[in-house]
């Protein structure tokens, strides 16, 4: 029993990592209709952000979260502009290329700049385990299952009570209808990209002192995250975050139950029979994949 | 097909082959084709001779995948599980039971052929880059579980393969011997995929790129036809990876089921050409040997750079040439190529007798709906309504916008299925059977034009109209004749070159006509083919109407035009708000008090005292 608890008490600590990692692609996705397949490559980038700051200036990565928030914004509103915007009356699977290409770039640019090596932000009061009884968590954790709360809730507010969230959500549900309101949507286009950026880059400054930065960091992440996606219904903030939790705690009782080696056919072989019986995602929010 | 056309087309087919090689197409291509063996047989390198095997595989693999990326416009991303699939089961053959890779690779194949169809059935509906996820989560999913079974594959650490040398056992120490069998593999896919785009499957997989509905309506069944393409892909896919893990002689999932290089593949094709025969060797040649030079020279210090410059290349590409190097420069290169002895020819276009004269008793229920009943959500589009169609004549369907009058043709093409009551098409021996799919009602003979016009805007007229000749005409000469012939009745053979998506709607129009009754269906569902056509246009439409008609097909037709349809119907029936008010002769129901009501609203009727 005490095993089961502590696996869900794990499985919720890996779904806040995953739905901050997958908030921002929902929001690009939501928005924009581009499926990012360089997502996880912006978090690749802001971990090494994260990782110079602390390495060579000494901020703690908490503290880095706003400048690499800030790079990582304007990373997304660059790619927007020159690689997206050009693209988007574009065939689909020129647009698929597009952002293809841009994460096989990214990869071996940062393979180029650092190599092969781990690169650890260590922050051993992250690390540090907190006791509930007979179970443990890390700070680490508990911190980022509160700021992936804060971030859906916060954004959710954004996209309801701002002038420019009302936009957004206009330009996300009919791009025409809102250019005819007299909604700039490129520029929306270019924010929500930009918003959806940002939003990695936090989860960057969270993630970096758990895990190590690699090139293929963001392959190992973005896969997950389109999992999370598709599952939460591919549009819905708080879709993806049931979705994250979900895979959270699939992740972490298959490990254990099935085999470490394996949790991740369970997880894609959920996310291939979502996509097939339930394109609406599980909880029929959004409109789905087809 | 007539006897005498069928005649007509096997003398072509006899003095053909002398024919074919003094075209210069065809001895350009042969000869270019022949410098990827030439050239490292003359150097001897071993280097060269690695670079070229190199470039033969992949080449193969991206012309494999482009059937499915290219032709049918399914960007796999996954493509290297077929590679691993081949690979891994030629190598554990090899192992286990002695058996020859030459046998082992056409059991990979077989394999492959029956994964790639249990992935493709269900994955096949997802749009673009969900199809492409799907194929990337299968990809993982296997490379997990080749890992995972070490007892089966060697996990991890990979495995090796025996090495016995000699023909019988693929595995050489002259590495000329690699070479041979690359390019023989080569020559396979390129003329699989040559076949494949000059057939009607070929045609039919663009059809079912540009625009699924019109494809249905074309009588294709889209799952089907993507099935072929992925099947016959995923084979000569495994069959390439079987002969490069012989060529590697070391397997491990990493490499065997890369992400990586599924995109490679998948990237020379784009820069070649998406769906265009030349373009995956043509992006393979350019870019595999600045790969391989760049890895050589740098070695070490490379790490990373060539993965850079794919990406990189790959973002450019897209964003300058996204039609690859064949796309763009292919038409003025073919220019050129023409003006070398021999080019220029044209065949002599032949056109179809016309079309035979339809049997089957005049006035007899062709297609009866029988109180269909169609509901979205909260609103009944259809209610309640029975029509019975009989042979022969032209029935005129009106009613104000929104009656739910193409709601109504939706259902009697299989594109909608009613909420309840039937429709039912008379079948060959005279019973009334209901289709499953659109591609099935097409098949029985009902042919239907879309109002918002459908054309697969990159294919040229005669193409379009092709497309439709195909569901009676496999081959592919026969189906142009009888394209030729439909161009000519609808008005359209001075354009029959031009592609479609630079057409006029006039125009575009009579193309949806044109590209049904190529079909040559005996039942002919026309959605407002006379919206958007001028005066003149519509006297043409109406007298085409009036010729199909005259020779025994049966026309149904919405219609705004109220004079165009008033002359033109032998019965009219009136839909409004999902009913059926008024059915008769054209006469009597425009002066329905009912009719008149639905168009002109209650006030006109009273005021005017009918």
Known sequence: MDVLIQLLINGIMLGSMYAIISVGLTLIFGVVRVV????????????????????????????????????LFL?????????????????????????????????????????????????????????????????????????????????????QTTALGRAIRATAQNRTAALLMGVRVDRIYIISFGLGAACVGLAAALVSPLFPATPTVGTYFVLTAFVV?????????????????IIGLVDSLSAYYIAPDLKEVVYFAIFILILIFKPTGLFGFGRGTE | ??????????????????????????????????????????????????????????????TAWNIVGGYAGQLSLGHMMFYGIGAYTTALLIQHFGLTPWIGMWIGAVIAAVVAAL???????????????????FLEVIRLLAIHFVGFTGGSAGLIVPLKLGWAWMVFSDKTNYLYIAFGLLLLTIGVSLAIRTSRLGYYLTAVREREDAALAAGISNSDVKLKAVIVSAMLTALIGAFHAMYLTFLEPATMFSLGTSIEVAM???????????????????????????????????????????????????????????????????????????GGRRPAERIAPALRKLEGAKGEPILTTKNLVMQFGGLTATDNVSITLKRGEILGIIGPNGAGKTTLFNQMSGFLIPTSGTVAVAGPNGAMVTPASPD????????????????????????????????????????????????????????KDVEARNLPIGALKRLEVARTLASEPDILLLDEVMAG????????????????????????????????IMSLSDRIVVIDNGRMIAEGDPREVVKDRKVIEAYLGEDFVDAQGF
Request: net charge positive; proline share 4%; charged share 10%.
């Open chain 1, 36 to 71: 990012n397949f360089a997502h996880g490559e912006f978090l690749m980038v802001g971990m090494y952000a994260v990782y110079l700051l602390f390495a060579k200036l000494g901020v703690h990565p908490y503290v880095a979260a706003v400048p690499v928030v800030i790079l």
């Open chain 2, 1 to 62: 097909m007539t006897q005498q056309s069928a005649a007509a087309s096997s003398a072509t087919s006899g003095s053909g082959l002398l024919l074919q090689l003094t075209n210069p197409k065809v001895y350009v291509s042969l000869l270019a084709l022949s410098l990827v063996l030439v050239i490292p047989l003359v150097s001897g390198s071993p280097f060269l001779i690695h670079v070229f095997v190199t470039i033969c595989v992949f080449a193969a693999l991206s």
């Open chain 2, 533 to 564: 056509q001028n005066q003149s246009d519509t006297m043409r439409m109406v007298e085409l109407i009036r010729s199909i008609r005259d020779t025994g097909v049966t026309v149904i037709a919405i219609e705004h035009n109220m004079q165009a």
């Open chain 1, 75 to 159: 990373l997304g509103v660059l790619i927007q502009r020159f690689i997206i915007q050009p693209l988007l009356d574009a065939d689909e699977h020129i647009q698929i290329f597009a952002t293809v290409g841009l994460s096989t770039a990214l990869v071996n640019l940062a393979l180029m700049v650092f190599g092969a090596d781990l690169y650890s932000v260590s922050a051993p009061d992250l690390r540090q385990s907190l006791r509930l009884g007979p179970y443990t968590v890390l700070v680490g954790q508990v911190v980022m299952l509160a700021a992936s709360l804060a971030l859906v809730i916060g954004l959710h507010a954004f996209m």
């Open chain 2, 119 to 137: 992935i493709g059935y269900p994955c096949f509906r997802l749009r673009g880059p969900f199809f492409s996820l799907s194929t990337i989560a």
């Open chain 1, 229 to 245: 996606v598709v599952l939460g219904g591919m549009r819905s903030m708080y879709g993806a975050f049931l979705g994250a939790m």
């Open chain 2, 268 to 342: 020379f094709s784009l820069i070649g050409g998406l769906g265009t025969v030349a373009g995956p060797l043509l992006g393979t040649v350019l870019v595999v040997p600045l790969a391989e030079l760049a890895r050589g020279w740098l070695g070490a210090q490379a790490n990373g750079l060539h993965g850079f410059v794919y990406g990189t290349v790959l973002v450019l590409i897209t964003l300058t040439l996204p039609a690859g190097l064949v796309g763009t420069f292919g038409p003025t290169v073919s220019r050129w190529i023409d003006r070398l002895p021999g």
């Open chain 2, 440 to 495: 099935g009602f097409a098949r029985l003979g009902v042919g239907r034009t879309f109002q918002i016009v459908q054309p697969f805007g990159r294919l040229s007229v005669i193409e379009n109209i092709m497309i439709g000749a195909f569901l009676r005409h496999p081959n592919v000469q026969d189906a142009r004749a009888v394209a030729l012939r439909v161009a000519a009745t609808v008005g359209l053979l001075d354009q």
